[in-house]
Nanobody, 125 residues
Framework: QVQLVESGGGLVQAGGSLGLSCTAS????????MGWFRHAPGKEREFVAR????????FYADSVKGRFTISRDNAKNMVYLQMNSLNSEDTAVYYC??????????????????WGQGTQVTVSS
């Protein structure tokens, strides 16, 4: 089992920045990749970014590319999401996800088997 806890959400003005953190605990040695997803009211859950645990291979959704940065600290079992140039379209509950074992993580939610409880990000215009 892997437990994930997100932190860092809040209210920010359009054009501003916000950083999210996710702390993993439990069987963290089994983690192969971690990702961030978001879910806005009336929309489907959306992939944001992913990073692999071994070599920090990153990829991003087109909607956040160039504005968001995902990073990790294996020693602390943490993954981060730095969000810059935020706009109202970024308002959502953000979820941290972990892929373990044979899973390598991808843009599909099905590629992850552990999820955090989510943290709200609200961008005011």
């Amino acid at each position: 089992q892997v437990q994930l806890v997100e932190s860092g959400g809040g209210l920010v003005q359009a054009g501003g920045s916000l950083g999210l953190s996710c702390t993993a605990s439990g069987r963290t040695l089994s983690i192969t990749a971690m990702g961030w997803f978001r879910h806005a009211p009336g929309k489907e859950r959306e992939f944001v970014a992913r990073i692999t645990w071994r070599n920090s291979n990153r990829f991003y959704a087109d909607s956040v590319k160039g504005r968001f940065t995902i990073s990790r600290d294996n020693a602390k079992n943490m993954v981060y999401l730095q969000m810059n140039s935020l706009n109202s379209e970024d308002t959502a509950v953000y979820y941290c996800a972990a892929a373990t074992g044979y899973r390598s993580g991808s843009a599909r939610p099905e590629a992850y088997n552990y999820w955090g409880q989510g943290t709200q990000v609200t961008v005011s215009s």
